[in-house]
């Protein structure tokens, strides 16, 4: 990549497109996965804050930084459910990744398709550890724009080769059947969120409407299940009923952030949960039995869009799927901004000189 101090490179959204499929989609949610765990592997590390977020009626604003001490990334992120209906996304998102030593970026890219990516990514990185060994069969509840790229991942990292399909709109059912069609699954699109999760291994709820909701009844869930909850991701925004948190050992990112935000922003304080990273790192267990209920209460970290940024950066020397953009100011004399602005000036007024001379 270039070395002009004014240059960063720029990952659009043509260009993300266009490197997840030179790098081929189960690769690149597999070895996003690696990149995520091993960051949560040095999570001690890294600076821990709860996302800044800014509420609205219709939706929510937020940042998502964090830094490691060598590197610095920051998300910008929305969440607005009622975009659907104006043909826009739900979710949209950018972000940037810097060097902490001099405090340049060192990339721009587009976040939201690699934040469906790296949520399915995190997701799956989650059941390799909560989930039982056996699992392959998947009940998605809400199948809008994550769920394909959920199943890939179950599918990439975990085996995961059966799903069963439930969405309020039937069309966003029939537009994963039919987006998955040549993936190798077995697909079931059912009538109830009841009927999906009958004999599923795994249940990941991933809807969007902003509000507390009961997409998951306690006699829904029985005994060996791992849940993906994935929808609640903002205060007053819940997918499940209360009864199987108390079912459950809960497993999330970071608790400071959760616990506003979660699904267990429905319990007390101080009721107990079970960091991720914790589990990965071997310093507590994750499923302990065939009959336990694990519930991962994912909300999404910046540590996730950290290991996101900085993988996709590893790719670009190879692929060149970037541009350069002209982002910072690079005067000569790096106290002489303002004749950076003369120079400017200067050669503007030669450029309309020579324009008049010509005419």
């Not at 709820?205 to 849940?227: E, F, R, S």
Request: charged share 25%; proline share 3%; net charge negative.
């Amino acid at each position: 990549m270039t070395q002009n101090l004014n240059i960063v490179p720029f990952v659009s959204v043509d260009n993300m497109m266009k490197l997840v499929l030179t790098v081929g989609i189960d690769t690149f949610l597999t070895e996003l996965a690696d990149t995520i765990e091993e960051d949560f592997l040095r999570w001690e590390s890294f600076d821990k804050t709860a996302r800044i977020a800014s509420h609205s009626q219709d939706g929510v604003i937020e940042l998502m930084p964090t830094s490691d001490g060598q590197l610095y990334g920051f998300k910008y992120v929305n969440g607005h459910p009622k975009n659907t209906r104006q043909g826009r996304q739900t979710v949209t998102a950018f972000g940037v990744l810097s060097d902490v030593g001099n405090g340049y970026p060192m990339l721009l890219s587009e976040m939201t398709i690699l934040t469906a990516l790296r949520t399915a990514s995190t997701s799956a990185l989650a059941a390799k550890y909560l989930a039982r060994k056996d699992a392959r069969s998947m009940a998605i509840i809400g199948n809008g724009a994550q769920s394909e790229f959920q199943a890939r991942a179950f599918k990439a990292i975990l085996g995961v080769d059966h799903l069963r399909l439930y969405d309020i709109d039937p069309q966003a059912s029939l537009k994963c059947q039919q987006n998955l069609k040549a993936q190798g699954f077995k697909i079931t699109i059912c009538e109830s969120a009841e009927e999906a999760v009958e004999g599923a291994d795994i249940i990941t709820t991933v809807t969007a409407d902003k509000q507390y909701a009961t997409i998951l009844t306690d006699n829904m869930v029985g005994p060996g299940v791992h849940i993906n909850a994935v929808g609640g991701d903002c205060p007053g925004k819940t997918e499940l009923h209360g009864d199987i948190l108390l079912r459950s050992d809960i497993f999330v990112e970071y608790p400071p952030q959760t616990r506003i935000e979660g699904e267990i922003q429905q319990l007390s304080q101080d009721h107990p949960v079970f960091e991720l990273w914790q589990v990965m790192a071997g310093r507590i267990e994750g499923r302990r039995t065939d009959r336990q209920i694990t519930l991962f209460d994912s909300v999404g970290f910046a540590i996730e869009d950290f290991s996101a940024l900085r993988y996709v950066r590893s790719k670009l020397s190879a692929t060149g799927l970037y541009a350069e953009l002209d982002l910072l100011a690079d005067p000569d004399e790096p106290r002489d901004l303002y004749g950076m602005l003369l120079r400017c000036e200067a050669s503007m007024e030669g450029r309309a000189t020579a324009l008049t001379q010509d005419a």
